[in-house]
């Protein structure tokens, strides 16, 4: 395999993703670091090298670049223990995958990156007004996987997969946000079983 460089702020969850999927697979990772609050990645010699979209994570696959956390995710991922082979459930898979994109980390996560790193008091009126909302989609979603969860024990397929690791990362940290984990006995105990994972690293 090529030479893996993971474009990163390390406080972020969807960089997490891709760095404890390389660990949990044993594969070695070189990290570069860029803070988002300085607006390294908007920085010419970003956008016209790493990405052009601004964002991290990036994943660097020698001289080629992925961005999107699940994509870089997937690539490491594939044809390992971590993607299901039955085609049903690998489908099942990716719906977690997408619901963690599209129900869960825009609420879980903003709220996290609004409070804990930007500080209400500093929030636009437009951001403070969309609390609510943002709490409430977030307490949705966190309910939805303690209910699933209640009656298994991993997310899809009886196993640890990519929607357990897509979903971990802002999952484990959502108390920065104001959400409670206690309000979701299953989902703690779900993270307490990727946490004992051989080769789980932690968030920086």
Same mark, same amino acid.
């Given at each position: 395999m090529d030479k893996l460089t993971l474009h990163e702020d390390p406080r972020s969850g969807h960089c997490y993703k891709i760095r404890l999927t390389a660990a949990l697979l044993g594969l070695p990772l070189e990290r570069r670091m860029y803070d988002i609050m300085r607006g390294d990645t908007r920085k010419p010699e970003f956008l016209q090298t790493v990405?052009?979209?601004?964002?991290?994570?990036?994943?660097q696959i020698?001289?080629?670049?992925?961005?999107?956390s699940n994509a870089a995710c997937w690539y490491l991922a594939e044809g390992s223990k971590l993607? @299901? #082979?039955?085609?049903?459930?690998? $489908?099942? !898979? @990716?719906?977690?995958? *997408? *619901?963690?994109?599209?129900?869960h980390e825009p609420n879980? $996560?903003?709220l996290r990156f609004w409070l804990l *790193?930007?500080?209400?008091?500093?929030? #636009?009126?437009?951001?403070?007004d969309q609390i609510p909302a943002k709490r409430a989609?977030?307490?949705?979603?966190?309910?939805? !996987?303690?209910d699933h969860l209640a009656q298994h024990d991993w997310l899809v397929g009886g196993k640890v #997969? @990519? $929607?357990?690791?897509?979903?971990?990362?802002?999952?484990?940290?959502?108390?920065?946000?104001?959400?409670?984990l206690r309000d979701y006995p299953a989902v703690c105990g779900w993270l307490k079983r990727i946490e004992k994972l051989k080769g789980y690293v932690p968030m920086d």
């Open positions: 990405n052009a979209n601004g964002r991290i994570p990036v994943l020698g001289k080629r670049f992925l961005p999107e993607i @299901l #082979s039955d085609r049903f459930e690998r $489908a099942d !898979m @990716l719906r977690w995958m *997408f *619901f963690e994109q599209y129900n879980v $996560a903003t *790193f930007v500080g209400e008091g500093n929030l #636009s009126k437009f951001q403070r989609g977030g307490e949705a979603a966190l309910a939805m !996987m303690n #997969s @990519l $929607a357990d690791i897509a979903l971990y990362p802002y999952t484990h940290v959502c108390e920065a946000g104001g959400f409670r």
